[in-house]
């Protein structure tokens, strides 16, 4: 079987997903310490916590809220969760800020990243993404907002404008959401090494380190692998010898 050239790592995560960012910089801590980043294919999949959310015209500051609603919590209860999420975000170098956050329906977000990986840009459109949505505030859903956050990373208008009206990019992210369900994956962060390791959550990056050291050495052993021979027969070899 044919190997690549490159060892894959693919991240399903979701924009508005608090640990998809912590892991990603958990991720990314455990890349610079490893000593081979030129053999390795990072992409970003898209994956959506909430396909059904509707946007109100109070979405700001609402996240403790939300999160009361949806879990049966007391808004003081709810807070005290985001508080604990802000303080772990902050011991891997994120500044989060709930307090600013607005929610939106990501479909948008993911078609453009789709359209920003197409470009070579994916890693920059995510990081860019994350940080206006938990750092900045940014109403990522306002697609005038969106658009100067992928005008930024180095997309053009009309890639933005393609990306929102060529059925290809909705596709794309439909399917990345159907390969995560085919693979198992419920919960982002995923992330998967070679399709045959997978880490889920924003696990510390001595696991991520220790995963992309076994991924690496199947992968290396893989591109090196040489048949065996069982018998040998009557042949001939390259200059016409034969016996």
């Not at 600013?100 to 479909?107: L, P, Q």
């Not at 100067?148 to 009206?165: I, N, P, Q």
């Not at 909705?170 to 390969?179: C, G, L, P, W, Y």
Request: hydrophobic residues 35%.
């Amino acid at each position: 079987m044919a190997t690549s050239n490159k060892l894959k790592v693919e991240i399903w995560s979701d924009v508005v997903c608090p640990f998809c960012y912590m892991g990603k910089r958990h991720f990314e801590a455990a890349l610079s310490k490893f000593g081979n980043p030129n053999d390795l294919e990072i992409e970003f999949k898209s994956f959506q916590l909430d396909p059904n959310y509707v946007q109100d015209d109070h979405a700001q500051g609402r996240h403790a809220e939300h999160l009361a609603e949806k879990y049966g919590k007391s808004l003081a209860e709810a807070q005290m969760m985001l508080d604990s999420v802000t303080q772990r975000a902050k011991e891997a170098g994120l500044d989060y800020h709930f307090e600013k956050s607005v929610s939106f329906n990501t479909f948008d977000a993911h078609r453009v990243a789709q359209k920003a990986k197409e470009k070579g840009l994916g890693l920059e459109m995510e990081e860019a993404l994350f940080k206006g949505y938990f750092t900045d505030g940014k109403d990522l859903g306002d697609r005038e907002v969106l658009k100067a956050e992928a005008l930024k990373v180095g997309l053009s208008e009309e890639d933005f404008d393609v990306a929102l009206t060529d059925d290809k990019y909705a596709f794309e992210v439909k399917s990345d959401i159907q390969e995560a369900a085919n693979l198992g994956i419920t919960g982002v962060p995923f992330f998967v090494f070679n399709r045959k390791y997978g880490v889920s959550g924003a696990q510390p990056v001595e696991a991520f380190t220790q995963t992309l050291d076994a991924a690496y050495n199947d992968w290396k052993t893989a591109q090196t692998q040489t048949l065996k021979t069982v018998s040998n027969g009557p042949s001939c070899d390259m200059e016409g010898n034969c016996d």
